[in-house]
């Protein structure tokens, strides 16, 4: 649904924090680990290193902890006013309990409902339709969402086509009800469940609880066709925000950045081209973080925050495991 048929008020990002651990896994390493080579990374998906939270003690809570008390700290945000905590992961410190209300108590958010979100790479985008539709409904004023995974909890080192892309990492946005009638326009989300054969982790669901056996397979590591997936990936985000523009009566030229998922630099150059976007409206920070899956996109936004002024127009788009995709589109909200 279009912003301006809702009824309860548009919703605006105010506030932006992020994390990435200190640790860096760099190409080299990654050389003496698998088959490879520093040049077949950086030609293939644009990586130099990715942050790895190395200490088995902390999982993925803590990098999303970290991202939103720097959040917090940055805008004097008293955690108590908060309404709704909302963690989009892949990587939940554990199956029950959902990980977003260990993150809220740990934030001092007790005024909040918090729950987890999995939708993949997508998690992040699909979590701040959710919260600017709550938003806009009129029920809550203040809503923390929060991409966060801790990756190398899930990847085989040993496997030279997947571990050489991922990292771990967390970015957090706040979204309250505009005061300047910019922010949340338009979205346009999908998913294809056919997709699940091409990017998943088998082992440890009801499908495949885990086992000696699921061990023994590998099916708690996660699995993708690359080639597969860069192909969809490529093609349903330049196509989501083709849509979104159109529809709003926008162009190209309209756009001031595109906030595009960060899986492989040749995927998010190839979209750029489909959308004949120039490049230098493109964000990209896949080099120094790999794809750290729901926090790319907040990461971004953290990592970009100085860049936007008031009235900017960014296309935010994403694709992952499903599948799932799809692009939003906001007007920038604050200096
Ligand atoms: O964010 C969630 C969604 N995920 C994505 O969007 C990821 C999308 N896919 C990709 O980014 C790319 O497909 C990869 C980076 C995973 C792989 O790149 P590619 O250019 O598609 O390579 P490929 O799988 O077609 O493999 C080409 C060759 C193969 O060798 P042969 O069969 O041509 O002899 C691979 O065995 O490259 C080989 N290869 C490697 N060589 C050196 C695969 N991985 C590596 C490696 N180092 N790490």
Not at 39 to 59: F, N
Not at 82 to 94: C, G, N, Q, R, S
Not at 298 to 322: R, S
Request: aromatic content about 8%; some cysteine.
């Amino acid at each position: 649904m279009h912003a301006s048929e809702r009824k309860g008020g548009k919703a605006a990002i105010t506030a932006v924090g992020g994390y990435v651990p200190e640790e860096r896994l760099t190409n080299q390493d990654l050389e003496q680990m698998v088959a490879t080579t520093d040049e077949w990374i950086r030609s293939r998906t644009g990586i130099e290193s990715r942050r790895i939270l190395k200490d088995p003690e902390k999982a993925t809570s803590y990098l999303a902890i970290k991202a939103a008390e720097n959040l917090i700290e940055k805008n004097q945000i008293d955690p108590l006013t908060i309404d709704m905590v909302l963690v989009a992961t892949i990587t939940p410190d554990l199956h029950v309990a959902s990980t977003a209300p260990y993150v809220a108590s740990q934030i001092n958010a007790q005024n909040a409902f918090a729950f987890d979100l999995q939708a993949a790479c997508s998690g992040f985008l699909y979590g701040l339709s959710v919260a600017a539709g709550k938003i806009a409904a009129g029920h809550y004023k203040k809503i923390l969402v929060i991409g966060a995974d801790k990756m190398s909890s899930i990847i085989d080192y040993s496997d030279r086509t997947t571990c050489i892309i991922f990292g771990d990492g967390a970015g957090a946005v706040l979204l309250e009800p505009s005061t300047n009638g910019m922010g949340w326009e338009d979205e346009y989300l999908r998913s294809n469940g056919m997709g699940r054969d091409l990017l998943h982790l088998k082992g440890g669901g009801s499908l495949h609880p885990a086992s000696q056996q699921t061990l023994e397979d590998g099916w708690h590591a996660l699995y993708q066709d690359g080639k597969s997936v860069f192909k969809h990936a490529v093609s349903e985000m330049a196509t989501a925000s083709e849509i979104l523009l159109e529809r709003n009566g926008l162009h190209q030229k309209d756009i001031d950045f595109l906030v595009p998922h960060q899986a492989n630099q040749r995927i998010i150059e190839a979209t750029a081209k489909k959308m004949d976007l120039p490049m230098e409206k493109v964000l990209c920070n896949i080099a120094d973080y790999g794809n750290t899956t729901a926090a790319t996109i907040p990461l971004l936004l953290h990592d970009f925050e100085c860049n936007f002024k008031k009235g900017d127009k960014l296309v935010l788009t994403a694709f992952g495991g499903g599948f799932t995709w799809g692009a939003a589109l906001l007007t920038w909200a604050y200096n």
